[in-house]
């Protein structure tokens, strides 16, 4: 398999989209990264071109719910790198709150910025791979979106079962083609998103543990991947398979 040599990853200020990025830059690729903190990315490209001088990486501020700005993005991206290897569509929002309980704005963002701004990043790099002939796309699901999530996890469920859908008839369509696409489903791991509840989530995986497992599933490209793949691989039948009386208690 050749290598993947110029890697765009959004959402990488922080978080997963952080600790990818340097485990990239420590195999030597070189990275285009976006999200919306530029103070953050400008120390995060200067720390790892420090540490390994024969990458180049290239930030730019980016709101993923700007979709014209994000074809506007990666286009620039394409032209500096002269071309584009990969693209991990990993910026996304995790706040929300039970369904019919007055906080549709939270609901709607979320839904908003994993769903609708995921597509935008989608089209825009598929529109770059059909044009190359060529190129890996990766969306960042979640483990949640194994089914439906009670309380304040179901409008992010829906919104990441709703990309991984996505992400499915993406690969379908291009099957024919040199273009590879791969949905990875992230079970608990350590992030800003998931700070607030890690004390009480179990199975909870470091920052550094989620993204080596992240990296490791991505260079294999395969079509989909939990991770960490032990227990979220076989979990993923337990819940499918759990009474949703059973099933709400649990979760």
Request: proline share 4%; aromatic share 6%; hydrophobic share 45%.
């Amino acid at each position: 398999m050749a290598v993947r040599k110029n890697i765009v990853i959004t959402g990488a200020s922080a978080g997963l989209g952080e600790g990818m990025a340097r485990l990239f830059a420590a195999r030597g690729r070189d990275l285009a990264l976006c999200a919306r903190r530029r103070d953050r990315l400008d120390a995060l490209a200067a720390e790892l071109t420090e540490r390994h001088p024969g990458i180049r990486v290239i930030v730019r501020e980016l709101d993923v719910n700007d979709h014209d700005r994000v074809a506007t993005v990666f286009d620039e991206f394409r032209t500096e790198l002269g071309g584009l290897d990969r693209v991990i569509v990993n910026a996304g929002l995790g706040k929300g709150q039970p369904v019919g309980t007055g906080h549709f704005a939270a609901n709607r963002q979320t839904v908003e910025t994993n769903l609708v701004a995921g597509l935008a990043q989608c089209e825009a790099a598929v529109s770059i791979f059909r044009e190359q002939n060529a190129g890996h796309l990766v969306v960042v699901s979640s483990f949640s979106a194994v089914r439906g999530m009670p309380r304040t996890m179901t409008a992010y469920a829906a919104s990441k079962a709703g990309i991984a859908a996505l992400a499915d008839g993406i690969r379908t369509d291009l099957l024919a083609t040199p273009i590879s696409v791969t949905t990875v489903f992230p079970g608990y791991i350590e992030s800003e998103m998931t700070r607030r509840t890690a004390g009480r989530t179990p199975l909870i995986a470091s920052a550094e543990a989620g993204a080596r497992a992240l990296v490791k599933a991505i260079e294999r490209e395969p079509a989909k991947a939990y991770v960490p793949s032990w227990p979220w691989t076989p979990l993923s039948l337990l819940v499918r398979a759990l009474p949703a009386s059973v099933f709400r208690r649990i979760v």
